[in-house]
């Protein structure tokens, strides 16, 4: 048992690690501190350095433009990314929709999206979430019916995480409505220029516009934008439920958010009840850290998928962010109105969605209740 | 970075459990609570034949050199056993003589327990000291010690005490020559209050700095023993779930239960990368800062998991938690006293805080 990184894995690190500091530029390390509005020239722009380097999808195979990199250095490099503060690398198409078409996708359907993944000339959203379908996903009801060379699809998506931006959708569609409702989903890839689609703000309680509502009202989709078979869907969407996602926990990220709480919080220290909570929140991140290093240990040793344990990164990861904003709040001069004390309490605000997005806290007991209890 | 187990701390561990899985399940561990001795002298010799005694101590002197994370899956299988035999009470001891100790002293103290001919145990607190480790009040004048210790675990089965003494004196005193209380801890140890009384020690080196180091190490172990009771407690919390029928259904098919069960399982992984955290840190830290910085963290996430899986794993099991008839209410004691011994939560999160 040695807890320490190797000498190879440390040199990756600095590797990593000065890279980031000369290549990451300025202003957007700055409005990332600022916890600023991010515009979707920032996200691209952030993006595409990483892409000439070559770092932005180190999970691809190597064909398609991976590093090869084993799941440690592919944790401590999105460690790294959280802890010097980058813009976040947007997933949809990164790592939800590129992985599920590496493993369902047909060649022409690889080598149409993955290029112009690698490169964000596509911006891609996920159209999972419905008004009438959250935690229950299978209920969902948008349809769409095979007409000829095309699908037509009707109905509505919701909490659609960056539409507005977005020039691609994925979305679970329902191509048959027979009695097992699983079996009636399938996959479909929707181009959102295509005409029929509407895009609404959802503004949530910290006053940003990050979500939206998409309506599809008669949308002709050919029938090639279909991944894997028709009602196969619900495979696809389980297969990225438990596919590698080691940084669930964000730890470089609340790593980072703790060092600026405790200076934050220096004059707050002499108050026992405020230290305590300080204390027990670093804590919990050790723990979380040291247990994502023994999954992430697991992984490289046995080969196998992690499965449920990202449930649980994902409840603690989860959990330690929303008390880290919490603490941020307090500590704050309540009376203060500046433009960095405004931005903490609407951080705070908006960080309460982290529990519920990308299967709720209570979704993710359920996963390890059944997965890793067999319950 | 590696969480494995080396070939030889996996073997170790493997036959302590077949061990005990053998010799100590349940039922034979009641007669041996209940006995005078309060542990059994025939396990005793056969956890030190299979090298346990010897294993921290330095190979000089008959041992093997090892540090916490050679315990520490032996540790792990105590805790799910409940063993109450005095092996960390006598490791202590031996690790103050070794570390402390005139050469002379360690040839006639180390090789005997090695060989676990020799118990011994650490008197160290005292009536109103609470986990500060520099509250001490018993005297040395020269050899002589007058004061009074309080719950010395192992204390009544030790054949010598290592007794600290004011401004990090320490010194090792034949057990004869103390007068003991003994009694029985919540959990079934055996231990014993101490009145001096003038008794001659001889004198070892080390101080305060040393006493933090045993401290520590003994909380890392406690983290370990922790981890392994925990690990029982959820298991068997598991399979009471899905056994125990209620309205017709296992009750593991409420997803009231099931959320809380998730929660003890989630606490208990926590709890022993604590433990990982803790063991690595006492047999490598870089400096004393880090070392208790890291033990310190460990033994508040411990003593927290430790109450919650404690409290919700009786609860889980409705009535029969609270027997004396099953396992999990014996466990639930051994947790009550591991997260409270060498320092509790509050503690350690005053120590966390000013390093």
Redesign the interface.
């Known amino acids: ?6 000498q190879e ?1 440390l040199a990756f690190r600095d590797e990593v690690r000065a890279w980031l500091e000369a290549n990451l530029p300025q202003d957007l390390r700055q409005k990332v501190a600022d916890y600023a509005h991010l515009s979707k020239e920032d996200l691209v722009r952030w993006h595409k350095i990483l892409a000439k380097k070559g770092w932005v999808a180190p999970a691809w195979p190597k064909e398609w433009g991976g590093t090869g990199w084993n799941v ?1 250095q592919r944790y401590m490099f999105e460690e790294e990314l959280g802890y010097v503060g980058a813009p976040p690398l947007i997933p949809f198409g990164l790592t939800m929709c590129a992985a599920v078409l590496l493993q369902f996708g047909s060649e022409a359907q690889k080598k149409r999206f993955l290029p112009r993944i690698y490169d964000c000339d596509d911006f891609w959203c996920q159209g999972y979430s419905e008004p009438g379908s959250g935690s229950d996903l299978a209920s969902l009801k948008t349809k769409a019916v095979r007409q000829g060379d095309h699908y037509v699809v009707n109905g509505q998506k919701t909490w659609t995480t960056l539409a507005h931006y977005a020039d691609w959708i994925f979305c679970l569609v329902r191509t048959d409505s027979g009695e097992k409702r699983q079996e009636g989903i399938s996959f479909l890839l929707i181009d959102m220029k295509t005409p029929g689609i509407t895009v609404r703000p959802l503004i949530l309680m910290d006053g940003a516009h990050e979500v939206n509502e998409v309506f599809f009202d008669d949308v002709k989709v050919p029938a090639e934008n279909l991944v894997f078979q028709e009602g196969k869907g619900w495979t696809v969407a389980k297969y990225l439920l438990g596919y590698e996602r080691m940084n669930t926990g964000r730890v470089g990220e609340s790593k980072r958010q703790l060092a600026k709480l405790k200076k934050l919080a220096a004059p707050m ?1 002499k108050d026992m009840r405020f ?2 909570r300080l ?2 929140l ?3 991140l ?3 850290e ?2 994502n ?2 999954f992430l ?2 992984m490289r ?1 046995t080969g196998q998928p992690p499965g449920a344990d990202v449930s ?1 990164l994902k ?2 990861g989860t959990e330690i962010q929303q008390g880290v904003t919490e603490l941020m709040m307090q500590a704050l001069d309540p009376a203060a109105s500046d433009e960095f004390s405004i931005s903490i309490r609407k951080r705070y605000l908006s960080t309460r969605k982290t529990t519920i997005y990308a299967g709720s806290n ?1 979704i993710q ?2 996963i ?2 059944k997965m ?4 | ?6 070939e030889e ?1 996996q073997l170790l561990a493997d036959s302590v459990r077949r061990l005990l899985q053998k010799d100590y399940e349940f039922e034979a561990r009641k007669k041996t609570v209940a006995s005078k001795e309060g542990y059994s002298p025939a396990i005793w010799a056969k956890l030190a034949e299979m090298g346990l005694t010897a294993l921290p101590l330095p190979s000089e002197h008959g041992g093997f050199g090892g540090g916490a ?1 050679d315990l ?1 899956g032996v540790m792990e299988a105590f805790g799910e056993a409940l063993v109450v035999e005095p092996l960390v009470p006598t490791i202590l001891g031996a690790l103050l003589v070794a570390k402390g100790g005139s050469a002379e002293l360690k040839q006639s103290i180390l090789p005997a327990v090695a060989e676990g001919r020799m118990k011994l145990a650490f008197a160290h607190a005292e009536p109103g000291s609470r986990y500060d480790l520099k509250a001490v009040k018993t005297k040395a004048s020269g050899a002589k010690l007058d004061g009074a210790k309080s719950a010395v675990l192992g204390a009544p089965m030790a054949d010598k005490l290592v007794v600290s003494a004011q401004g990090g004196g320490l010194f090792v005193v034949d057990a004869k020559q103390v007068k003991q209380q003994a009694f029985a801890t919540i959990d079934e140890m055996r231990a014993a209050d101490l009145v001096l009384n003038g008794a001659e020690g001889i004198p070892l080196q080390g101080g305060l700095a040393l006493i933090e180091e045993i401290a520590d190490f003994a909380s890392a172990l406690a983290c370990a023993e922790a981890a392994g009771a925990m690990k029982f407690a959820c298991d068997t919390t ?1 399979e009471y ?2 056994t125990r029928k209620q309205f017709g259904v296992p009750i ?2 409420f ?1 009231a239960l ?2 809380r ?3 003890l ?2 606490a208990q ?6 433990a ?2 803790a ?3 006492v047999d490598a830290a870089e400096s004393p800062t880090e070392r208790a910085r890291a033990v310190s ?1 460990a033994k ?2 411990i003593a ?1 998991n430790a109450r919650l899986i404690s409290q919700e794993a009786v609860q889980l099991h409705g009535g029969m938690g609270m027997s004396d008839e099953l396992k999990i209410s014996h466990t639930f004691r051994r947790l009550t006293v591991l997260g409270q011994l060498y320092g509790d939560a ?1 503690h350690h ?1 005053e120590r ?2 000013s390093l």
């Open positions: 048992m040695d807890l320490n990184y190797s894995e440690v220290m230290r305590d204390s027990r670093e804590v919990e050790m723990a979380l040291i247990t290093l023994r240990d697991r040793r649980m409840i603690k209570e007991r359920n390890i209740a890793t209890l067999g319950l | 970075m590696n969480f494995d187990y080396s701390q994370v520490m598991l779930l899905k593991g098919t997803q099931q959320h069960i998730v929660d399982y989630i992984e926590q709890a022993r990368s604590m990982c955290l063991c690595s840190k963290a508040i996430k927290d509050d999160l966390f805080a």
